[in-house]
């Protein structure tokens, strides 16, 4: 590592996947219904954030870990898993309204946010709040990176990276909560067994995601959450979002991690797309240690496994939570 206003509705969800933590159902300032699952645990509190598309399931297999040191809460955000959607635009900044009212009815605004992709670029957001008002005392970013800048991506012509980035972001918008019918279900779910396999991750785990992600319009066709709309609203807040001068202006500790291995080649990419994305991991390197070396706030570290090292590698990301929350919260010390 290197250094440098809700009120609860009051019912439960079933958990479906055996844990001892349960959802409570949250009202947020606009209305919207906020699914929060309370693992248990004692001190430090934290609040944890899935990606996008995914579900507060994927903590599954860290938040047991974390409950060793921590207080413990996973939250579906907005228009994801059994969340509402709202009739306001999805935004990072709507987002960190529902991570402070989740907190301020859980009594933990005190609470260090982590997040994984998505998540963790909310997390980073929620340090932009002062403290006293609600924001983190401290957040973590495991591997919310999106897709960076053209410069990002040394050894390619800065040209030739914008248009493929154009690319990915019309495929982007093709697949975002794109229908199926029913029959079709069980295919869905045998290619989150067969991700599942090749990440090396329990398959049940995968499919408990994948059916708490489901959806169904109005004439009966099924949908991975967020509806259409509404993953073209992340899209396009994530585009927009300039990582990297946020991380500039933090003053409170901030821990980013970076996956070291890439993800497995998915069926129907264009044969460009890993070749791009092995020079914007070596983009992301260089970035991140050159911030690492100028801001005292901020740390990296780099974790062994693919973007989804929250799946993967559950006692190495909850070892760095817990050793970088000791060390960045008043009287801790570092124990990463």
Known sequence: MTAKGMT???RTAKNVTGSAGMDAVYRADDGVELAVRDHGGDGPPLLLLH???????DWERVAPLLTERHRVWAMDLRGHGRSGDGAAPWSCEVAVEDVRAVLAACGALEAVV???SLGGMVAVRCLERDERDGGAPAAVNLDGHWFGRPEQYPGLDTEYVRERLADIRELARDAGGRTFDAAALDGVLGSQASMADALGIPAELME??????????????LFLRPARDRALQVQEALAGLDLFALYRRVTR?????????PNPTMPGMPPWFDALMAAYARGLARDLDALARTRPHVTVAEVDGTHAMVLERPEEI???????VA???????SQG
Request: overall charge positive; cysteine-free.
């Open 253 to 261: 500790p901030l821990l980013i991690a970076r996956a070291l291995r």
């Open 8 to 10: 609860a509705k009051g």
């Open 208 to 221: 408990a995601g994948a059916r708490r992600s489901l959806g169904e319009t109005a004439d009966g066709r």
């Open 318 to 324: 909850a070892g760095l939570v817990t050793g970088f």
């Open 114 to 116: 982590v997040g994984h």
């Open 327 to 333: 060390g960045a919260l008043p009287g801790g010390t």
């Open 51 to 57: 990606g996008a598309g995914r579900t507060l399931l």
